[in-house]
């Protein structure tokens, strides 16, 4: 919540950024802070869904330019993912929680198109990712590993999605 004030402070035209929130902790205390380094500038920023080609970024570059030398032996498990661990979910609450997040973050809608060289295309929809679940229960380590590489190896450079969501239940 402390990015999204600072970020509307931001547009507003006060010089605020999220340790100022967690560093002035009441409104009063907050206020006069801006009220004493106000920039008188608002920040204007794209707030439309976004769509075309954008620019690779440094690290996307080396990243096709292995792809391309056929230096990666699996290309779509270059991923990131992480593990957390949480009290009960609702599965269904997630799973709104993800699709809302894909429809809001223009970068999650990107794919990668090769053609003379590689390049990366806003879409204005994709095919939203659903909600993996595994009961690692009813399965031995060595499957419990063998799902979720199989979960992280799934995504295809110029298809997509790039996102996806999985919940395990560790009882």
């Given at each position: 919540?402390?990015?999204?004030?600072?970020?509307?402070?931001?547009?507003?035209?006060?010089?605020?950024?999220?340790?100022?929130?967690?560093?002035?902790k009441t409104?009063?205390?907050?206020?006069?802070?801006?009220?004493?380094?106000?920039?008188?500038?608002?920040?204007?920023?794209?707030?439309?869904?976004?769509?075309?080609?954008?620019?690779?970024?440094?690290?996307?570059?080396?990243?096709?330019?292995?792809?391309?030398?056929?230096?990666?032996?699996?290309?779509?498990?270059?991923?990131?993912?992480?593990?957390?661990?949480?009290?009960?979910?609702?599965?269904?609450?997630?799973?709104?929680?993800?699709?809302?997040?894909?429809?809001?973050?223009?970068?999650?809608?990107?794919?990668?198109?090769?053609?003379?060289?590689?390049?990366?295309?806003y879409?204005?929809?994709?095919?939203?990712?659903?909600?993996?679940t595994?009961?690692?229960?009813?399965?031995?380590?060595?499957?419990?590993?063998?799902i979720?590489?199989?979960?992280?190896?799934?995504?295809?450079?110029?298809?997509g999605?790039?996102?996806?969501?999985?919940?395990?239940?560790?009882?």
């Amino acid at each position: 919540m402390s990015i999204q004030i600072s970020s509307r402070l931001r547009q507003g035209g006060f010089s605020c950024q999220v340790k100022d929130i967690f560093s002035y902790k009441t409104v009063e205390k907050l206020s006069v802070y801006l009220d004493h380094n106000q920039s008188g500038k608002a920040i204007k920023s794209e707030q439309d869904l976004l769509t075309g080609e954008l620019g690779l970024l440094p690290i996307q570059e080396w990243f096709t330019d292995r792809v391309e030398k056929g230096e990666l032996e699996k290309p779509n498990h270059w991923n990131q993912s992480f593990l957390i661990k949480v009290l009960e979910l609702d599965e269904n609450k997630l799973a709104s929680v993800i699709k809302d997040l894909v429809s809001y973050h223009d970068v999650l809608r990107i794919k990668y198109i090769k053609g003379e060289y590689w390049q990366q295309v806003y879409q204005g929809s994709i095919a939203q990712p659903g909600l993996k679940t595994l009961d690692v229960r009813q399965h031995t380590a060595a499957e419990i590993q063998h799902i979720l590489t199989d979960w992280q190896s799934g995504f295809d450079l110029e298809q997509g999605p790039f996102v996806s969501g999985g919940v395990s239940v560790w009882l």
